[in-house]
Every structure is written in C-alpha cells, then in structure tokens.
C-alpha cells in the first residue's frame, strides 16, 4: 500500500454520527430491570448475613410448625379427618413472610436515619428501582420460607395429590398474599420516626394468625366470630392453598386473596411512594 493511500485512511475526514454512542435516559425502562436486580440481590445478600433473619425466617416457622402438628395434629384429624398440616403449613407460610416484613421495614428506616437511601438517590439511576428491589427481595424471601415450611411439612406428611401446577400456585400464593402486609408495613414505616410504629403491626399478624382457618377449624370458633376468621385475608389464602395441595375449593378463595392484596396495595401505593421519596431526599 502507498504512503499516499495509507496517510489518506489514516487522517479520513471525521463524519458526526459515525461512533455515537447511544445514551439512555436515567429513567429509562431499558435502566430499571438491571438496576433492580442489582439492588435485589444487595438486599439478599445483607439478609443471608444476618443471623437474626434467618433464624426469624427460617428457623423459628419450622419449630412453630413442628409445635402445631404436635398439638393440634390429632385433634384435626379427628374433627375433620385430615391432617391439621393442610393449614398449619400455609399458615406458617404465611405467618413468617408477613413476620418478615417487619424487619425489612426496620432496615429501610435504618437506612434513612444514616443517609443511605439519600445516596442512593443521587446516583444517576432509575427512581423506582430501589423501591421496586425491596419489593422483589420481600417476594423472594417469602418464597424461600415457602418452600422451608413445605420442606418441613412433607418431613411431616403433607403431600401434595392435585398436581405440578397447583403445587407451583401453592408456593407462590403465600408471596402474593404476604407482600400486600410488607408494603403496608414499610408505609408506616417511611412515616414514623419509632421502630415501635412497624414492630406493632406482631399484633395484628398474631390476631390473623390465631383466628384463621389455618389454626383450627372454622366450626370450632363461637359464633359471633365465625364471619371474621371465615372473610379476613389468611383464611381465604389457607382456604385456596387447601384446595391446591389436597382438595376443595379453589377459584372463590383464590380471587379474594387477590382482591384483598390489591385492594391493600391499592391503598398504600401511594402513600408509600410518597415517602419513599421523602425518605431518599432527607439529609
């Protein structure tokens, strides 16, 4: 090749728009899947090293479950003549996703008094990925105590006889069913200033759990307070993961626990929103 030719590719004339590189707007969409899946797993990653999580989320539903099958197993039986874990396993589920809440709401109130959420809002990435990260690492926890409390179960005897695909349901209608309570909490949460605010929500939890279908039989309850346990929201997600794993209804109770989940997220969605922003623009 010439040196005349050479000199000619060498000092070509620049054109714009040649090597542009694309740039994507902060709050792209293309952003927010790879953002929150990065901020999930940090999030995942804090609680797998926290000893006091996985005790509260692993540990303590497993010996709570062992306890109700020796209690109540048998009675169940006999009154109904099936097995009480048809109910005590979702309900243990259930109970230690929404348990579990609690303590993510605390760590995001940490993580605001110390500046953190603040941060992480002026890093140039998506508004909505933070927010959206804690409410996938919340559904990921709840599915692994999901499969926990299954796991103990069939150590137990509690079979699945409806087939792979309510199985699959079955596993993940606690997480849905549970994240409603861990949005509501992490709303009080935003707006208080007290751990004691998000750690009161133990006495509601423990009034769903105790008078629930999943505890025992909804004929063994007086009367008057037959309505409540039969209508409020862990008795229809009992009702429905009953129905999926050994027999009974399944459609009616499945379409209240969503209608109740959406209607809990349609009420704190903004709300938590809201403070979620305030929370991140503090200091």
Request: net charge positive.
């Amino acid at each position: 090749m010439s040196s005349t030719a050479h000199s000619e590719r060498v000092h070509a004339p620049y054109r714009p728009g040649r090597h542009r590189v694309q740039r994507l707007w902060e709050n792209s969409p293309r952003r927010l899947i790879p953002q929150v899946a990065v901020l999930t797993a940090r999030i995942l990653r804090r609680w797998s090293r926290d000893p006091a999580t996985l005790v509260q989320s692993l540990v303590m539903p497993a010996g709570f479950l062992v306890a109700l099958d020796i209690v109540f197993g048998d009675v169940i039986k006999q009154v109904t003549g099936q097995s009480g874990l048809y109910g005590q396993v979702p309900l243990v589920a259930l109970v230690g996703g929404m348990t579990g809440a609690i303590i993510g709401a605390i760590g995001v109130m940490r993580e605001r008094e110390v500046g953190l959420l603040a941060r992480l809002w002026v890093v140039p990435m998506h508004r909505a990925a933070g927010l959206l990260a804690r409410l996938s690492a919340d559904f990921i926890r709840i599915v692994v105590i999901t499969l926990a409390a299954m796991c103990v179960g069939i150590a137990l005897g509690f079979r699945f006889e409806q087939g792979i695909l309510a199985a699959l349901v079955w596993v993940v209608l606690p997480a849905v069913s549970s994240i409603a309570v861990s949005v509501a909490v992490l709303t009080l949460a935003l707006y208080s200033s007290s751990t004691l605010v998000p750690q009161a929500t133990d006495i509601v939890i423990a009034i769903l759990m105790f008078f629930s279908i999943g505890f025992v039989p909804l004929d063994q309850y007086p009367d008057w307070l037959q309505p409540f346990v039969e209508h409020q929201p862990v008795s229809y997600t009992i009702k429905a993961m009953r129905g999926l794993s050994l027999e009974g209804p399944i459609a009616e109770p499945l379409l209240y626990t969503v209608l109740w989940s959406a209607g809990i997220l349609a009420v704190c969605a903004v709300p938590l929103a809201i403070g979620y922003r305030r929370a991140s623009k503090r200091g």
